[in-house]
């Protein structure tokens, strides 16, 4: 099982919808949850950060962590063609050897259209 | 200027060579990170580095070395370079007081083909 898994894609939505994306984990003892987005021949830049289990809203974009159910998602309300990106789930290991170490999955390739 | 400044950007080289990457930062973060990228696969921890002393393994490190010169700078090397290591590689900095060390800042990216 791979610690980090994402819907790989590519998901594809109109404009102006709700894109829904997913991620889930394997170490049950993580607590700092991240989404990174990458713009085609881009770098990745962090969008949101997550600590606590519910909401958390910061303009169009929701971020909802579930620990219980080691799932972790991100909302994009009124998606843009300028949405369209590489989204990237990341979990911070909290302890052991493997402490500080960020882990990506392998990113959900978004494309709103017109 | 950017804040993580890769170096080179594009590099082609040929099976057996050693090759380095070099990563600088401005930014005045205590953490650094050599991932690379591949198509389908995301972004894999190479190694990754909390201070000058400190330098630890990730995933894939098989291949790799890695120098933590001084807090700002930190390089990876591959010692005799494969075509199944041709990736993207990306440094990335972080400070351990923000985010819990997990707000990361990427470099432009290092394009390494091996032939």
């Known amino acids: 099982q791979k610690e980090v898994e994402q819907n790989s894609g590519p998901l594809s939505v109109p404009e102006g919808a709700i894109a829904s994306l997913n991620c889930t984990y394997s170490d049950r003892g993580s607590q700092s949850f991240f989404w990174y987005r990458q713009y085609s021949g881009k770098s990745p830049e962090l969008i949101m950060s997550?600590?606590?289990?519910g909401d958390k809203e910061d303009g169009r974009f929701t971020a909802q962590l579930n620990k219980a159910s080691q799932y972790v998602s991100l909302l994009i309300r009124d998606s843009q063609p300028s949405d369209s990106a590489t989204y990237l789930c990341a979990v911070l290991s909290a302890g052991g050897t493997s402490y500080g170490k960020l882990t990506f999955g392998q990113g959900t390739i978004l494309t709103v259209h017109p | 200027d950017a804040d993580v400044t890769q170096t080179p950007r594009n590099r082609i080289t040929k099976t057996g060579k050693r090759i380095m990457l070099e990563c600088s930062q401005t930014?005045?973060?205590?953490?650094m990170y050599w991932y690379r990228q591949d198509p389908g696969l995301g972004l894999r921890l190479i190694y990754y580095?909390?201070?000058?002393?400190?330098?630890n393994k990730g995933e894939i490190s098989d291949g790799y070395s890695v120098s933590r010169q001084a807090q700002a700078k930190f390089s990876l090397s591959l010692e005799s370079a494969i075509p199944n290591q041709t990736a993207l590689y990306f440094c990335a900095t972080s400070d351990s007081h923000r985010g819990y060390g997990g707000e990361l800042f990427f470099g432009e990216g290092s394009r390494l083909t091996v032939l």
């Open positions: 930014k005045g973060h205590d953490r």
């Open positions: 580095s909390f201070d000058v002393k400190d330098i």
């Open positions: 997550i600590y606590s289990n």
